[in-house]
């Protein structure tokens, strides 16, 4: 195929145009943390830095470091948790179906979808009379609940193109549930594995509204809780934040340079088929 | 034979039980939390201290956020949600379209550019939200891009904005909703006749005519919620939020598209090339209209995201913007800052319901398509 040259210039400009458009915010991230607070005018807001100032990092540091473990201490126990859970489902539902199997992962799935302002009154009473109010174990339980459904979808849709026979022949020999499950299933999960870890890890990692209705004013405040604390307030210092951002960002923003085919997969069984 | 029959139900039975304690969890956490919240919503609880009381008021929440004066932010926080619906979803649909055809055109670099469109889907939206507050700051950022070529700064007021276009009146809401039934109703009518379901297709037309003749009669006009006029319109304000939420989401549609252009076979576009079909056409005629199952289940995926939006509104302007409320971050602001729980659980209600009805008829579809095959 020959193409006019005046398409792929005007292709190649229009793309470049949206990468400069895509990547603003993140050069303004970047600029405005490496500013000394009285660098940060707002008529030089585009400005590179000058001299380059790293305090904001070490303050940020400082600042965020209890947040950014309790969302380590949150989101590794809560991600390794939901995908057992949602491969054993899987496994289930797609190979053990019995009657009214498939209704009932319907009603799985449709907890996927609802807006959690419509459970979080009764989760907040719940989590409280149980003594796991504002605490990470609560909201590790809640995480694990609400993630079943995806982690389960994910973990069927992967399970379904695993061809029956080879159950049948496992059956056959004898072999039982848990046999099955771990001769033959189980080795062959490991890309479903992780899709559902790398997907839960950045859900669970960027997630708020649980956090800040089930831990705020504890010491237990996950990172994005502290974080819009700090930005929402009065009068900000934006190089704090902005440096904050980025500490915040960077676990889930290096998941996807380094893992992004498999965040594609997860992003795409989120829309159910797949 | 027998004994191995008997293993079988034996781990039929283990099965189930390996699922069930996920069975109850969901039980309790969605199902049971949601009759909970319907329960409460239809009570006047406030406040969470020992001894309060709980009384059954039936209604007269829903009542109040509809038609109570004071619940004007509820009304207005709704309207915001539909344009901004629209609004997100056209804007995520059109770039990541755009995005999708110009990434199949063999371009060099294509793994880099599509790396960069979609890295904002890995960041939280209160990552993302913090950094758009900043860049939306009406004396810098965005407005002043165009000093960066000589030009002058722009003036706009982006999130401090309050002005509001496109107004309506509250008060004659029930004759909107007749017009939207109208359309709905004939959309259904011509989809079901399309379909060979004449029953269908006849109940919706009677439907339809129905409510045709109840508006044209002038009997809409009368029923009148309020007892005076109320505005509400779209906020000028909720452009920012657009931005950043398209910034933020159109790698996903994107993403949704190349991989549905993929799965268009290289021997349709080669035959339709041979018989001389142009590449916008070929686009036109045969990639485009293979798209609209993707189209439409990522429109779901958006709209639901879109209808209970929280946290990227919650982070660009704080809890006090009335403008830019959305239900979702009512409710919190109710609940929890306000303890009026009653009220709250109301308006998870309503959200709730929204989405049901988005949410529901898609996963029905889906899964019967799906037994099907």
Same mark, same amino acid.
């Given at each position: 195929?020959?193409?006019?040259?005046?398409?792929?210039?005007?292709?190649?400009?229009?793309?470049?145009?949206?990468?400069?458009?895509?990547?603003?915010?993140?050069?303004?991230? $970047?600029?405005?943390?490496?500013?000394?607070? @009285?660098?940060?005018? /707002?008529?030089?807001?585009?400005?590179?830095?000058?001299?380059?100032?790293?305090?904001?990092?070490?303050?940020?540091?400082?600042?965020?470091?209890?947040?950014?473990?309790?969302?380590?201490?949150?989101?590794?126990?809560?991600?390794?948790?939901?995908? =057992?859970? #949602?491969?054993?489902?899987?496994?289930?539902?797609?190979?053990?179906?019995?009657?009214?199997?498939?209704?009932?992962?319907?009603?799985?799935?449709?907890?996927?979808?609802?807006?959690?302002?419509?459970?979080?009154?009764? /989760?907040?009473?719940?989590? @409280?009379?149980?003594?796991?109010?504002?605490? =990470?174990? #609560?909201?590790?339980?809640?995480?694990?609940?609400?993630?079943?459904?995806?982690?389960?979808? $994910?973990?069927?849709?992967?399970?379904?193109?695993?061809?029956?026979?080879?159950?049948?022949?496992?059956? +056959? @020999?004898?072999?039982?549930?848990?046999?099955?499950?771990?001769? $033959?299933?189980?080795? +062959?999960?490991?890309?479903?594995?992780?899709?559902?870890? +790398?997907?839960?890890?950045?859900?669970?990692?960027?997630?708020?509204?649980?956090?800040?209705?089930?831990?705020?004013?504890?010491?237990?405040?996950? $990172?994005?809780?502290?974080?819009?604390?700090?930005?929402?307030?009065?009068?900000?210092?934006?190089? /704090?934040?902005?440096?904050?951002?980025?500490?915040?960002?960077?676990?889930?923003?290096?998941?996807?340079?380094?893992?992004?085919?498999?965040?594609?997969?997860?992003?795409?069984?989120?829309?159910?088929?797949? | 034979?027998?004994?191995?029959?008997?293993?079988?139900?034996?781990?039929?039975?283990?099965?189930?039980?390996?699922?069930?304690?996920?069975?109850?969890?969901?039980?309790?956490?969605?199902?049971?939390?949601?009759?909970?919240?319907?329960?409460?919503? *239809?009570?006047?609880?406030?406040?969470?201290?020992?001894?309060?009381?709980?009384? *059954?008021?039936?209604?007269?929440?829903?009542?109040?956020? *509809?038609?109570?004066?004071?619940?004007?932010?509820?009304?207005?926080?709704?309207?915001?949600?539909?344009? *901004?619906?629209?609004?997100?979803?056209?804007?995520?649909?059109?770039?990541?379209?755009?995005?999708?055809?110009?990434?199949?055109?063999?371009?060099?670099?294509?793994?880099?550019?599509?790396?960069?469109?979609?890295?904002?889907?890995?960041?939280?939206?209160?990552?993302?939200?913090?950094?758009?507050?900043?860049?939306?700051?009406?004396? &810098?950022?965005?407005?002043?891009?165009?000093?960066?070529?000589?030009?002058?700064?722009?003036?706009?007021?982006?999130?401090?904005?309050?002005?509001?276009?496109?107004?309506?009146?509250?008060?004659?809401?029930?004759?909107?909703?007749?017009?939207?039934?109208?359309?709905?109703?004939?959309?259904?009518?011509?989809?079901?006749?399309?379909?060979?379901?004449?029953?269908?297709?006849?109940?919706?037309?009677?439907?339809?005519?129905?409510?045709?003749?109840?508006?044209?009669?002038?009997?809409?006009?009368?029923?009148?919620?309020?007892?005076?006029?109320?505005?509400?319109?779209?906020?000028?304000?909720?452009?920012?939020?657009?931005?950043?939420?398209?910034?933020?989401?159109? &790698?996903?549609?994107?993403?949704?598209?190349?991989? &549905?252009?993929?799965?268009?076979?290289?021997?349709?576009?080669?035959?339709?090339?041979?018989?001389?079909?142009?590449?916008?056409?070929?686009?036109?005629?045969?990639?485009?209209?293979?798209?609209?199952?993707?189209?439409?289940?990522?429109?779901?995926?958006?709209?639901?995201?879109?209808?209970?939006?929280?946290?990227?509104?919650?982070?660009?302007?704080?809890?006090?913007?009335?403008?830019?409320?959305?239900?979702?971050?009512?409710?919190?602001?109710?609940?929890?800052? &306000?303890?009026?729980?009653?009220?709250?659980?109301?308006?998870?209600?309503?959200?709730?319901?929204?989405?049901?009805?988005?949410?529901?008829?898609?996963?029905?579809?889906?899964?019967?398509?799906?037994?099907?095959?």
């Amino acid at each position: 195929m020959k193409k006019k040259p005046l398409n792929r210039f005007l292709i190649y400009f229009v793309l470049v145009f949206f990468v400069i458009i895509f990547l603003l915010p993140a050069y303004m991230v $970047i600029v405005t943390s490496f500013k000394s607070p @009285d660098q940060i005018e /707002l008529t030089r807001v585009w400005q590179l830095p000058n001299p380059w100032y790293f305090q904001s990092f070490i303050e940020a540091w400082e600042t965020f470091a209890p947040n950014l473990k309790n969302s380590a201490l949150l989101v590794v126990p809560a991600t390794v948790l939901s995908a =057992i859970l #949602g491969s054993l489902n899987g496994y289930v539902l797609s190979k053990w179906k019995f009657k009214g199997s498939n209704i009932l992962f319907q009603l799985m799935l449709f907890g996927m979808f609802i807006p959690y302002q419509s459970i979080l009154i009764p /989760l907040f009473q719940f989590l @409280d009379r149980v003594g796991l109010y504002g605490s =990470i174990q #609560g909201l590790i339980l809640v995480h694990v609940v609400y993630g079943l459904p995806i982690t389960t979808l $994910i973990f069927r849709n992967y399970y379904a193109e695993v061809p029956t026979e080879m159950i049948e022949a496992g059956k +056959i @020999d004898g072999a039982g549930f848990f046999k099955i499950y771990s001769r $033959i299933v189980f080795p +062959i999960s490991l890309p479903g594995f992780v899709v559902v870890i +790398i997907w839960q890890f950045t859900q669970i990692w960027n997630e708020f509204l649980f956090a800040v209705t089930l831990t705020s004013g504890t010491g237990n405040t996950p $990172i994005t809780v502290a974080l819009q604390n700090l930005a929402g307030g009065r009068a900000v210092q934006w190089n /704090l934040p902005m440096a904050g951002s980025l500490m915040a960002a960077l676990p889930t923003l290096l998941v996807y340079l380094f893992l992004g085919r498999y965040f594609i997969r997860g992003l795409l069984a989120g829309s159910v088929k797949g | 034979m027998n004994i191995k029959k008997i293993a079988l139900k034996r781990d039929q039975m283990i099965a189930f039980l390996m699922i069930l304690p996920s069975l109850i969890l969901i039980g309790l956490f969605v199902y049971g939390f949601i009759f909970q919240t319907a329960w409460s919503s *239809f009570t006047d609880w406030e406040g969470v201290a020992a001894g309060i009381e709980k009384n *059954f008021i039936g209604f007269e929440n829903y009542k109040n956020l *509809f038609t109570k004066l004071l619940d004007i932010r509820f009304r207005q926080s709704l309207v915001n949600t539909l344009f *901004f619906t629209v609004f997100f979803i056209a804007g995520c649909l059109s770039l990541g379209l755009l995005f999708a055809i110009l990434l199949d055109q063999n371009i060099r670099f294509e793994g880099v550019f599509r790396l960069i469109f979609l890295y904002p889907m890995s960041l939280s939206f209160i990552v993302s939200g913090t950094v758009w507050r900043w860049l939306l700051n009406p004396k &810098g950022g965005i407005n002043l891009l165009p000093t960066l070529f000589g030009l002058d700064p722009l003036e706009i007021k982006w999130l401090t904005d309050r002005t509001q276009i496109w107004q309506f009146d509250w008060i004659a809401l029930p004759k909107y909703l007749g017009y939207l039934l109208l359309a709905l109703m004939i959309f259904l009518a011509i989809r079901n006749f399309r379909a060979g379901k004449k029953w269908g297709s006849a109940i919706m037309a009677l439907i339809g005519i129905a409510t045709l003749i109840w508006l044209l009669s002038g009997k809409a006009d009368q029923i009148l919620i309020l007892d005076y006029p109320e505005p509400h319109g779209f906020n000028l304000a909720l452009i920012g939020i657009v931005l950043a939420a398209v910034w933020q989401m159109s &790698g996903y549609m994107m993403a949704m598209y190349i991989a &549905g252009i993929r799965g268009v076979p290289d021997e349709l576009r080669e035959a339709a090339r041979v018989d001389g079909a142009s590449e916008i056409k070929i686009y036109r005629d045969i990639i485009l209209p293979m798209l609209r199952p993707i189209t439409l289940s990522a429109m779901i995926v958006l709209g639901h995201i879109s209808l209970k939006i929280f946290d990227l509104i919650f982070v660009m302007v704080g809890p006090d913007n009335a403008t830019t409320d959305v239900p979702g971050v009512l409710m919190f602001l109710t609940a929890f800052r &306000g303890n009026q729980f009653a009220k709250g659980a109301a308006i998870a209600m309503v959200m709730l319901l929204i989405v049901a009805f988005v949410i529901v008829p898609y996963l029905v579809n889906t899964l019967r398509t799906e037994h099907e095959l």
